[in-house]
Structures are given as C-alpha cells and as structure tokens.
C-alpha cells in the first residue's frame, strides 16, 4: 500500500464528507493505493454516523473511536498503530490541510528519502488570528533551537509526511504532538525536510485549541523533551556534578570561616562571631542544596535503572 492518511478529528461532522472526498479524488487521479485511517478522539457529534456511512459506501475507509476525548497526541498515536501505508500522512479534519498536497508530500518522501516532511502553512494569516500566529512564530523559534531542527518554521502543522519506520518507532503522547519532529530525530530519524502548503480558514466549526495555557503547556512539553533527551538516561551526570561542585564550594566556605576563627583565637585577637560572617551562610546554604542535588541525581539513576525503557534502543537493521 503506498499511502496511509491518518485524521484525527474532535467534533468535524461538517467536514467529514468533503474531506473525504477531495482526498479520494486526489488518490484516484494518483492511482496511489491507500487507506484513510479516522481517529475520532471522543467526538460528541454526528462524527460517528458520518463515518460508519462512509465505511459502508468505502472500503478504505477505517475509523477508530475513542470512547472519550484524550487529545490529539492520543489520536495520531492509536492511528500510526494501525497505519499499513508506506508513506504516512497526518491530516487535520477540518478542511484546513489541503489534500492537494499529499502527491508532492509523498514525492519527497520516496524520492528525496526524507524520513518526515512538515508542512509549513503559507497565507497562514487569512486563517488564524494575530493572537494566534505571533505566539506560534515565538514557539518556533523555541523549538527550533532546543530541537536543533533549524530548518523547520512550523513544528506545529497538522499536514506532515512520515515514512512508515517513523511512525512505528515513536511514541506520541501526551500533547507531544507539537513536536514530532523532535521525537523522530531523538529516535535516529534525522532527515527531516519542510514544504511550503496551502492552508485555509476553517470552513466549519471552531479551533480545538484556543487560549494561552497551550503556550505555557507547550513549554513546559518542550523543557520535558529537552531535559528527557539531555540528561533523561545519565542523571546522575547532571545533577550528581551540580550537587558536588555546590557542596565543593560550601566546603571552601566552611575553611575559610573556621581558618579566620583559629587565626584570631590563637593570635588572642578579638574575634566576631563566626554567625555574622558572609561564609557562614554561603557554606550552609550550598552545601544543604549540593547534598540535596547530589540525591535527586542518585535517585534518578535509581529509578532509572527500573525504568522498562533503560535498555530500549532504536535498532535500524539486523541479522
Ligand atoms: N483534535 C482532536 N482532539 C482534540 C482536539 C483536536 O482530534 O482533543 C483534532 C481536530 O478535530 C482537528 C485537529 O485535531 O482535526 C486540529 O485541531 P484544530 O483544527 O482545532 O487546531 P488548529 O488548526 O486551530 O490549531
Ligand atoms: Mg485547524
């Protein structure tokens, strides 16, 4: 099979019929063989009758069906499970993704040998409000530099093209859905290329996503990411070097003040007490928090070792 498209959708009824089609008529006009794969993430409205109606009339339709709404991450996750297509395809539900796309998507994944191609969404400003796309811009940046994909403009974009290998050997979890690129590259996958794609305003419906906290939510994933990829599998490395150059330095502290102490003893000078110089607290305070590092770092490896995923390893090839 050459193509899977996966779509996850969230209440896109509306949508359903049309995208349908312009997908069918793009895959037709390919002769690509594929299948649809629709992960309807605990949708509330006709999504389900839309989609048992298009089973019917189409057999490569397939749909999976949430019993309640988990996210986007959840969606693509389950549908990547099941995707049998050489070539993935995520896809948006609600019209904004242009089917067109996928022929040169797919082009670039066979030919090119990309591992994942992102879409970068074009006149992106007729579709979203300012509220919306300056964030992002910032975002980007962000991701572009902790990732250190910096070829990517649009981490985001819901139309991406993955080789099947990808798909099978990540874990999209969570809202991590923003970084998929992130995720393939930390599993080997490093070819990842961007294409320029039409992107419109939603048809029907409104945003699944809206409000700031998926700015602060989307930060906080990406310091999760960052900090799993960093120091996920040695912490010890980290904070266990954090820990003892503190309490190096509280130790250095500590002579000093105990050194001035004897100095003025011996010498019968009058000495102040040892509580009103700065080194006292400067010993006291680093070596408590060095202790404290030099533990969160063992207990990390603790855990680490238990961890089930302490000997997983991308392996490519083998015999
Ligand atoms: N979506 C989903 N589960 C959710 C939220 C959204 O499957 O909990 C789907 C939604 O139906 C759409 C896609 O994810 O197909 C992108 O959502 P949306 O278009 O609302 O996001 P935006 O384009 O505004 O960033
Ligand atoms: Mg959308």
């Not at 895959?27 to 509330?44: A, L, P």
């Not at 798909?167 to 998929?180: A, S, T």
């Not at 010890?236 to 070097?241: E, K, N």
């Not at 207990?299 to 090839?317: C, F, P, T, V």
């Amino acid at each position: 099979m050459d193509i899977t498209v996966v779509v996850p959708l969230y209440n896109e009824d509306e949508s359903l019929r049309e995208l349908h089609a312009w997908i069918k008529r793009v895959m037709d006009e390919n002769s690509f063989t594929y299948e649809i794969i629709f992960v309807n993430d605990g949708s509330t409205d006709n999504s389900w009758k839309v989609l048992l109606d298009l089973q019917s009339e189409f057999p490569e339709v397939h749909a999976i069906r949430f019993r309640r709404n988990y996210g986007k991450s959840p969606a693509l996750f389950c549908g990547f499970e099941r995707a049998q297509g050489d070539v993935v395809i995520t896809m948006d539900a609600d019209l904004q993704d242009s089917p067109d796309e996928i022929p040169e998507l797919r082009r670039m994944i066979v030919e090119d040998r990309y591992d994942l191609v992102s879409g970068y969404k074009m006149n992106r400003s007729q579709g979203d409000p300012l509220s919306k796309t300056i964030p992002t811009k910032l975002f980007n940046a962000t991701a572009r530099k902790v990732s250190g994909i910096g070829n990517l403009h649009d981490f985001n974009c819901g139309l991406k093209a993955y080789r099947k290998e990808v798909v099978k050997n990540i874990e999209v979890f969570g809202e991590m859905h923003r970084y998929i690129p992130y995720l393939a590259k930390e599993a080997g996958f490093g070819r990842i290329g961007e294409k320029m794609v039409h992107h419109q305003a939603r048809k029907h419906g409104k945003s699944k996503f809206m409000g700031w906290n998926r700015f602060v939510n989307g930060y906080l994933d990406l310091i999760t990411l960052w900090f799993l990829s960093t120091f996920g599998k040695k912490p010890m490395h980290v904070f266990g070097f954090l820990g003892s150059i503190m309490f190096m330095l509280g130790f250095l502290a500590v002579l000093v003040v105990g050194a001035t102490k004897m100095y003025c003893l011996l010498r019968g000078i009058p000495h102040p007490l040892v509580t009103s110089s700065p080194y006292f607290y400067i010993a006291l305070t680093t070596m408590v928090l060095g202790t404290q590092l030099f533990v969160a770092g063992f207990l990390g490896e603790m855990i680490s070792r238990n961890s089930q995923e302490r000997n997983k390893y991308q392996i490519a090839e083998e015999f």
